[in-house]
């Protein structure tokens, strides 16, 4: 009997243990390579160390890219502005999303990127962006729309990820969260 014991708890301590390095190597965020908005490369290695609250936007987004980056901002001052998180934005339009369309986007929202470098916006190529946005599940439309200034509008699936400081992924969800709840997940990693 006491065997049985034995054995019954190196199995279930191995199940834990195989659970979770299946769990750790398949939550991983992969790699990129794009340009920040003053056109420095940036790495997922270069931010591994920090927790990333990653978002998908556009320069020119008038709609809903503005309501992300002011709910950000917000979490950011909830939280004390921890240097140990990074927010970064990625382009769903790196045919316009320049590095002076980029730095101009955080400036409407009083955010000085230069001054705070936790604030990222990236681009490049397109096939470098794919690959992020296949591995999300981010979906991308250009709408032509001749009433609007820019005379498009781009329509993505709406997403927040939470990264943690090992490059693990530990939340997901669309753009209606609620502060109090992401406040709390990115402290439990920070």
């Known amino acids: 009997m006491r065997l049985l014991n034995k054995l ?10 195989a659970g979770y390095y299946f769990y750790v190597t398949n939550n991983k965020a992969i790699d990129f390579s794009l340009n920040n908005w003053d056109e420095k490369t ?13 978002t998908f936007s556009y320069s020119n987004c008038s709609a809903r890219c503005p ?40 400036s ?5 990127a230069a ?15 794919s690959r992020l946005w296949k591995f999300y599940g981010i979906e991308i439309e250009k709408i032509e729309e001749k009433m609007l200034p820019e005379g498009y509008y781009i329509e993505y699936t709406p997403k927040l990820v939470l990264i943690d400081k090992k490059g693990s992924i530990r939340h997901e969800e ?13 402290k439990e990693m920070v």
């Open 115 to 129: 001054e705070d470098s936790r604030w990222m916006f990236v681009s490049g190529q397109k096939s470098e962006l």
């Open 174 to 186: 669309d753009f209606f969260f609620s502060e109090d709840e992401i406040v709390q997940k990115i």
């Open 67 to 106: 309501v992300v980056t002011v709910r950000l901002a917000s979490l950011d001052e909830l939280m004390n502005f921890p240097e140990d998180v990074v927010y970064l934005h990625v382009s769903v339009d790196p045919e316009m999303d320049t590095p002076e369309s980029m730095k101009k986007y955080f």
């Open 42 to 54: 940036v790495t997922m290695r270069d931010i591994r160390g920090k927790v990333v609250v990653m």
């Open 108 to 112: 409407l929202y009083k955010l000085d």
């Open 8 to 17: 019954t708890i190196i199995v279930i301590f191995t199940l834990f243990i």
